[in-house]
């Protein structure tokens, strides 16, 4: 009868260092599913933000300016602003690099281990993270650009009115286009994405505890998806105007 492998002498070395790339996976998703935890946090109260502007002009507007004197007079203007905006770009830093990270190690053990023949619904899932991750990214930029840093407003000069930023830049066809794909993409990358987290964080433990988890996941990634949608979709059909 041969020796068991796991406990061969020579094979010590080998099982340290697998142990320590596992403690290192699961620290990656560890800290991929807090920051991701975060940004769903965060885009549920800028979703509810942004339905502010069927209350009109001066609605919206007062809630932005809102935003900026959050916390006064503990706060300098804008202080609870920046306290937001550096967490958030932590939690990016943080949910990139794991990501990056953790993608690298897939690519790393699969070529060492064996050649993949047939895409399966996990391979899928992991394109739809990984590329969808990549796509919401650069929609982060671009809206950034459009609507916090450059103020971008593609019918017009730059303003400083963002109510009238988001009405004139949903009144372009194709940039609502890009923003309704924008959000399918982020209601399914957090459909996948919170289920992970919640295998991760070990909250799917019981059947009960998955089909929770699995209901709130869809839950959330509607209300996000259609709830960011309406505002451009009623600016188009006209819901929403100057
Ligand atoms: C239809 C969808 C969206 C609309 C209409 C929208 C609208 C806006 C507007 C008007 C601002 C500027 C607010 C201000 O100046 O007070 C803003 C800022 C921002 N948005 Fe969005 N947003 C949308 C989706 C998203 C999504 C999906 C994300 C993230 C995944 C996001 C992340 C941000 C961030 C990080 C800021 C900057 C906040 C700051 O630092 O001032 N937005 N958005």
Same mark, same amino acid.
């Given at each position: 009868m041969s020796t068991p492998t796991a406990t061969h002498p020579s094979n010590q070395p080998a099982l340290v260092t697998g142990a320590r790339a596992a403690r290192t996976t699961i620290f990656l998703k560890i800290a991929m599913a807090s920051s991701g935890l975060v940004f769903i946090a965060f885009v549920l109260l800028h979703m509810y933000g942004n339905l502010h502007a069927f209350a009109g002009h001066d609605a919206f507007n007062e809630y932005a300016e809102h935003l900026r004197t959050l916390g006064?007079? @503990?706060?300098?203007?804008? =202080? &609870? #602003?920046? *306290?937001? /905006? *550096?967490?958030? *770009?932590?939690?990016?830093?943080?949910?990139?690099?794991?990501?990056? @990270? #953790?993608?690298? /190690? &897939? =690519?790393k053990a699969r070529r060492t281990k064996y050649v993949m023949k047939k895409r399966t619904g996990a391979t899928y899932a992991s394109l739809l993270m990984r590329w =969808? =991750?990549? %796509?919401l990214l650069l929609f982060i930029v671009w809206h950034l650009l459009n609507f916090t840093i450059g103020k971008v407003n593609v019918t017009g000069g730059p303003t400083n009115d963002p109510y009238n930023l988001v009405v004139d830049s949903f009144s372009t066809w194709w940039l609502t286009l890009i923003y309704l794909a924008a959000m399918a993409m982020l209601g399914a990358h957090l459909h996948h994405g919170f289920w992970s987290a919640m295998q991760t964080l070990g909250w799917t433990s019981t059947a009960r505890a998955r089909n929770l988890a699995k209901a709130v996941g869809l839950t959330v990634a509607l209300i996000i %998806? *259609?709830?960011?949608? #309406?505002?451009?979709?009623?600016?188009?059909?006209g819901a929403i105007s100057k």
């Open positions: 006064e007079p @503990m706060l300098p203007h804008t =202080g &609870a #602003l920046w *306290i937001i /905006r *550096i967490v958030l *770009i932590a939690s990016l830093a943080v949910h990139v690099t794991s990501a990056f @990270m #953790l993608w690298h /190690r &897939a =690519g =969808g =991750g990549v %796509t %998806t *259609i709830g960011f949608s #309406l505002v451009p979709l009623a600016v188009m059909f």
